[in-house]
T-cell receptor, first 115, second 117 residues
Framework: DTGVSQNPRHKITKRGQNVTFRCDPISEHNRLYWYRQTLGQGPEFLTYFQNEAQLEKSRLLSDRFSAERPKGSFSTLEIQRTEQGDSAMYLC?????????????FGPGTRLTVT | AQKVTQAQTEISVVEKEDVTLDCVYETRDTTYYLFWYKQPPSGELVFLIRRNSFDEQNEISGRYSWNFQKSTSSFNFTITASQVVDSAVYFCALSEAGSGSNYKLTFGKGTLLTVNP
């Protein structure tokens, strides 16, 4: 299977703990996006990488959030001092770089529950 | 700022009925792209279609068809002869394509379609 993969699929943590999620994009895709989806809502953009460079961060991404994409391959999203409001599905997507926006391929997501 | 509105929160139909999902968008860019994604109960978003702002031709793919009307800023999705397997949440999304764009997607809130046997 050469789709986007995300790990873990589910994470339950206590408020105040740190969590880290991983995304492995489709191998030839240069663009990588993180989105957050809460119940009954559409995904909301968090941040974007082109290769290893993080080129945009949403204002939804507070100082407790940090994302990396070392060597332009996999990406990690870390949330420090989790809060109950962080409970959501975190989605990763990848696409090709081109003059037009190729469709973004989404991973299965990591569902975070903060208790 | 860009915005996508899907006014229908939930739709329920009986198998073999036709159903149309509405999508209205707002953007200041003259070049943009519109998308539909399907999110089945398993949760993974599945790409269905991409249209650019310069191509208003309607598109048909099997039982799916899309109607893009720039005059009303709408990009509606019709499923003909619906099937139980079509049950899912459907999202309309917009990507602005101006200079320096990173093509991030702005999604609507989605429409939950339930097709009953």
């Amino acid at each position: 299977d050469t789709g986007v993969s995300q790990n873990p699929r589910h994470k339950i943590t206590k408020r105040g703990q740190n969590v880290t999620f991983r995304c492995d994009p489709i191998s030839e895709h240069n663009r990588l996006y993180w989105y957050r989806q809460t119940l009954g809502q559409g995904p909301e953009f968090l941040t974007y990488f082109q290769n290893e460079a993080q080129l945009e961060k949403s204002r939804l991404l507070s100082d407790r959030f940090s994302a990396e994409r070392p060597k332009g391959s996999f990406s990690t999203l870390e949330i420090q001092r989790t809060e109950q409001g962080d409970s959501a599905m975190y989605l990763c997507a990848s696409s090709l770089v081109s003059g037009i926006p190729y469709e973004q391929y989404f991973g299965p997501g990591t569902r975070l529950t903060v208790t | 700022a860009q915005k996508v509105t899907q006014a229908q929160t939930e739709i329920s139909v009986v198998e073999k009925e036709d159903v149309t999902l509405d999508c209205v968008y707002e953007t200041r860019d003259t070049t943009y792209y519109l998308f539909w994604y399907k999110q089945p109960p398993s949760g993974e978003l599945v790409f269905l279609i991409r249209r650019n702002s310069f191509d208003e031709q309607n598109e048909i793919s099997g039982r799916y068809s899309w109607n893009f009307q720039k005059s009303t800023s709408s990009f509606n999705f019709t499923i003909t002869a619906s099937q139980v397997v079509d049950s899912a949440v459907y999202f309309c999304a917009l990507s602005e394509a101006g200079s320096g764009s990173n093509y991030k997607l702005t999604f609507g809130k989605g429409t939950l379609l339930t097709v009953n046997p």
